[in-house]
């Protein structure tokens, strides 16, 4: 499929944002959703700075962030996504939190969870030092949160931006995710790297992570009382400590991931392409 493509250098790009009314105009774009505003309605919105230049910074900024129709003027896609990088405190913030204890224990000792952030998230255990969840979090996603509730925002932003990475889409640029490498690590269980050639973002996902989610292990936990769709990723890990995971063959790659609960077994096989091609579940 041919598409059609208008790019911007990017270090055009970067100058083109150095400027405080530039970013001043796009904010302002950006409070008043897609209503397109006026030559005259946006420069009031920016404070009523010299016509001359205004107009000269908003004629920058029809390179590539703005873009005017018969109604006015509104946001490109492209100015949208600065917008909301800088909300998100991406660009410009660089907060620390303390670690905190959370209501949930290691998997590994059994010893309680802390959370902190340090430009990115980590939950890790408070005694052996375990480190059961680390990822990029916007910064925004402290403000007016308790500890428990940065945990669970967090659990849940890394859980869904690994399910992207495992689907084959990038979390970051929506580029094509690959799987790069098959792990055989001697601690923790095989794992695959996922990453994306474009952004290059990166996902190491254990093996249990690829069948959590399907319909058959879903299903099998439920009728035993355990919700695994709502379960925070180190409770999982906890749950998964009994599961038989075993690399069948390197070429090609194929595995196989047995869950149980009370008598009942229920295994899965995954191809090359990480893909269940089997599923068998038996009563002993």
Known sequence: MKTDEVSADPERAFWLLSDETRIAILRALWEVSNDPLSFTELRERV??????????????????????????????????????????????????MDAEPIDSHCPDCGAPLIVRYDEYGIVECSECENTVMWNEFPPAALAGRRPEEVAE????????????????????CACEMAVESFDH??????????????????????????????????????????????????????????????????APWAASVTVTADDACLRLTLNERLEITNVETSVD
């Not at 006015?72 to 907060?95: C, F, H, I, K, N």
């Not at 932003?157 to 970051?172: E, S, V």
């Open 47 to 96: 404070g009523n700075p010299n016509s001359g230049q205004f107009n000269y910074h908003l004629g920058k900024l029809r390179e590539h962030f703005v873009s005017k129709g018969e109604a006015g003027y509104t946001l490109t896609q492209a100015g949208r996504e600065v917008v909301r990088a800088v909300l998100a405190g991406s660009l410009t913030d660089q907060p620390y």
């Open 153 to 172: 925002a967090f659990d849940k932003w890394t859980r869904n931006r690994f399910h992207l990475a495992m689907d084959g889409i990038c979390p970051n």
């Open 185 to 250: 690590p001697e601690e923790g269980g095989p794992a695959t790297n996922h990453r994306c050639r474009n952004c290059k973002y990166e996902a190491r996902v254990p093996l249990f992570g690829h069948v959590i989610r399907h319909p058959a292990v879903v299903s099998f936990f439920y009728q035993y009382g355990i919700d695994i769709v709502n379960l925070p990723y180190w409770e999982l890990r906890t749950l998964a400590r009994d599961f038989d995971e075993i690399v069948l063959t390197d």
